[in-house]
């Protein structure tokens, strides 16, 4: 009787988890990479209206358009933006006001870049592109969509931010300041933000399977001579877990963040490393 109706209740809470952000619309950044793609589409399971952005309409773009029509019944709307151009943030926030009245209630600022060289190599051009789009544009897009969101007394703010940005890590300077400044940016917006009702957390992975792990494979070949398989199961053995952490994971863990059991959740760091930063 107490197993069954446990079982029920976590069924229940489950649900109610998956579907509790019907009527609610979401903005991911970086629409058309790995990560991007499972968070729009774990957001668009939960009910979500989804907008994406990206440099380009790719085909990964065009295939995360059809597949949330299919789960959702909705057309996700995308809208091209250069996130190291400051006019083109200006254009896709102005876009999105006359598109969608009603205002972002949910932003994922998921798009990164990273680059893996010694401090003596990296040139002030990729020190700056690091920090425009790894930073400077999480902080502009949370900047603009705040404002509706603070006079809807919710909303919620999703950094996407690295385990470099709570750990020190060799050759990666530009990514680990500006992950470090995401998670501080983080904090800050919480803070701030939560008399309003709106939360701001980041989430720190370490490896995840994306393209943008591939400059590190390739440095990792030319160093050791490792294929990419030698060197992504070398590296899944610095996991406790031994295993990698998947992009539905990630998507999924967006969803819990922006429901109402993290109501009362903010300003979070979260590590989803598989065990990597407690050892």
């Not at 619309?25 to 991007?36: C, S």
């Not at 065009?62 to 151009?85: H, P, R, T, V, Y």
């Not at 949370?142 to 931010?161: A, D, L």
Request: aromatic fraction near 6%; include cysteine; glycine fraction near 8%.
């Amino acid at each position: 009787m107490y197993q069954g109706s446990c079982s029920s209740r976590v069924l229940s809470s489950f649900v109610q988890v998956k579907m509790s952000l019907t009527g609610r619309t979401a903005l991911v950044t970086g629409f058309g990479g790995g990560m991007g793609s499972a968070i729009a589409l774990s957001l668009a399971e939960a009910g979500c209206r989804i907008v994406g952005t990206d440099r380009s309409v790719s085909d990964t773009v065009k295939q995360n358009m059809e597949k949330i029509k299919e789960i959702s019944g909705q057309d996700a709307l995308f809208f091209e933006c250069d996130l190291l151009n400051r006019e083109s943030i200006d254009h896709l926030c102005s876009t999105i006001a006359s598109k969608v009245p009603s205002g972002i209630d949910i932003l994922v600022n998921n798009a990164g870049c990273f680059e893996r060289c010694t401090m003596d190599e990296k040139t002030p051009e990729s020190w700056d592109k690091e920090l425009a789009i790894n930073l400077t544009a999480p902080f502009l897009l949370s900047k603009n969509f705040v404002i509706s969101m603070k006079k809807k007394g919710w909303g919620r703010i999703i950094n996407m931010s690295s385990v470099v940005g709570l750990l020190s890590y060799p050759l990666t300077i530009g990514y680990c300041a500006s992950k470090t400044g995401l998670v501080g940016l983080t904090k800050a917006i919480a803070a701030e933000m939560a008399p309003h009702g709106v939360t701001c957390n980041a989430i720190c992975p370490y490896f995840v399977d994306t393209p943008i792990i591939q400059p590190v494979l390739d440095a990792l070949k030319r160093e050791t001579g490792a294929s990419r398989e030698e060197s992504m199961e070398n590296i899944r053995n610095t996991y406790p877990t031994k295993k990698f952490t998947t992009t539905k994971q990630i998507g999924d863990y967006v969803v819990f963040l922006c429901s109402p059991a993290a109501d009362n959740m903010t300003g979070l760091a979260t590590p989803c490393d598989g065990g990597y930063s407690i050892v």
